[in-house]
């Protein structure tokens, strides 16, 4: 008698144990399956994978948290900014400028004050070059701050991906975390049933 009443709880704990891993399971696949909504027969519901159907507020509100707590447009340009060697710039300004001057300086003006000319050009840009950097960059940063929307350029970017790489690649990274939460909705599912099997076994 006891046995078979140990048998009978063992059962229960086993169905148990195997209807709360199926459940996590078929959980874990809604919410990637089906992308796209699927009519259930006699009834006016669809249905369809939570992330895809939510796929263009969860995009926007990522889009949103990289913008405002992760990295902004103003961060961006303040880190090319401090990177940028203005040395280097200046150089390449006074070089470019001097070149220019040289071809389009009218022959008829003698080499002395050409020189003159060419030599003081270079001067001024020596002086006033990391001014001139710091304004155009400055002027360059309001433009790009006014025009350029990181948010939107993310919610785009995450709009047009192909949802089933996303979800191949996220799968692949949480593959260890899903599997533990198939297996934990097992062991849950499993105590369950033993409560059930007591409750019914020997208390009803």
């Known amino acids: 008698m006891l046995l078979r009443m140990l048998?009978?709880?063992?059962?229960?704990?086993?169905?148990?144990?195997?209807?709360?891993?199926m459940t996590n399971v078929i959980a874990i696949k809604l919410l990637f399956r089906p992308i796209n909504p699927i009519k259930i027969p006699l009834t006016p519901l669809k249905l369809q994978g939570l992330i895809p159907?939510?796929?263009?507020?969860?995009?926007?509100?990522?889009?949103?948290?990289?913008?405002?707590?992760?990295?902004?447009?103003e961060q961006i340009l303040d880190h090319i900014i401090e990177q940028t060697d203005k040395n280097?710039?200046?150089a390449l300004i006074?070089?470019?400028?001097?070149a220019?001057?040289?071809?389009?300086?009218?022959?008829?003006?003698?080499?002395m004050f050409k020189n003159s000319i060419i030599a003081n050009i270079g001067e001024i840009i020596d002086q006033n070059g990391e001014q001139i950097i710091?304004?155009?960059?400055?002027?360059?940063?309001?433009?790009?701050?006014?025009?350029?929307?990181?948010?939107?350029?993310?919610?785009?970017?995450?709009?047009a991906y192909d949802f089933e790489k996303l979800e191949e690649m996220t799968l692949k990274i949480a593959k260890?975390?899903?599997?533990?939460?198939?297996?934990?909705g097992g062991v849950i599912g499993f105590f369950i049933g033993i409560i059930q099997g007591v409750v019914v076994l020997f208390i009803l």
């Open 176 to 184: 260890t975390e899903l599997k533990a939460i198939e297996i934990l």
């Open 53 to 73: 159907k939510r796929k263009t507020e969860i995009s926007r509100s990522i889009g949103e948290i990289v913008d405002q707590e992760l990295i902004s447009i």
């Open 7 to 21: 048998l009978k709880l063992l059962i229960l704990a086993m169905i148990g144990g195997v209807i709360g891993w």
């Open 134 to 159: 710091v304004e155009m960059t400055e002027n360059l940063s309001h433009k790009v701050i006014e025009s350029v929307d990181i948010a939107k350029i993310v919610e785009d970017k995450l709009n």
């Open 100 to 111: 220019i001057a040289e071809e389009k300086m009218p022959a008829i003006i003698p080499s």
């Open 88 to 90: 280097q710039v200046i």
């Open 94 to 98: 006074k070089a470019k400028v001097v």
